[in-house]
């Protein structure tokens, strides 16, 4: 007599398994790194605006070794001992912390000015960033021009129509959605405030 396999039981699907060593890539750890209060900024801005952990930032910016070995192989020592720099502690991912100190030997470069460098790449997505902020600003300003136009027509319908007209109700409801959509773009744009002083 064959035995049937209950409907409840999990079949096997044969995947890619991780390595030890994959997972371990991904453990966080701390290091220390010198770099100019410009480079701690910039970070900071990019983490803050568009919302993304600096370790996934530093993930981005160092796991890419081909950006590393660029910046390793132009880099002028000499140029970067002279900056004024400052201590900071930052987690990372081992692999990305490997990754680092792999370019590092390799290249006989400091650690410290493979970051500083590296970091130097959100310069032109903070100037993105800056100007579309502006823009929305300017967005905001039309959008608070055409809501107080939409809030005088309520006022009008409710005296021409009264409150329990179907067509003020449905305006109201209209304006009462656009007075929610605007104060959630004021509070972003607020957020984004901090890309202004970089």
Sequence with gaps: MKKHKKDNEIKTIFLPQPTSSDLRGKQSVRATFKLTGKAIHAINIVSVHLGIKQKSLF???????QCLKLIAGEMKNQAF??????????????RTLSSL?????KFNAPR???VEYSIQRLIPVI????EKHRNRKLILNEMTKYLEHGEKILKKSEKLLGKNDPVYCKFQSVIAACE????NIESFIEKGEIIEKY
């Design 180 to 183: 929610k959509a605007y104060n």
């Design 81 to 94: 001992s002279k900056l004024t720099r400052i201590q900071k502690t930052y987690v990372l991912s081992r």
């Design 127 to 130: 100037a993105v960033e800056k």
């Design 101 to 105: 100190d792999q370019t590092a030997k």
């Design 112 to 114: 410290d000015a493979l």
């Design 59 to 65: 993930d981005h910016l160092i796991e890419d070794k």
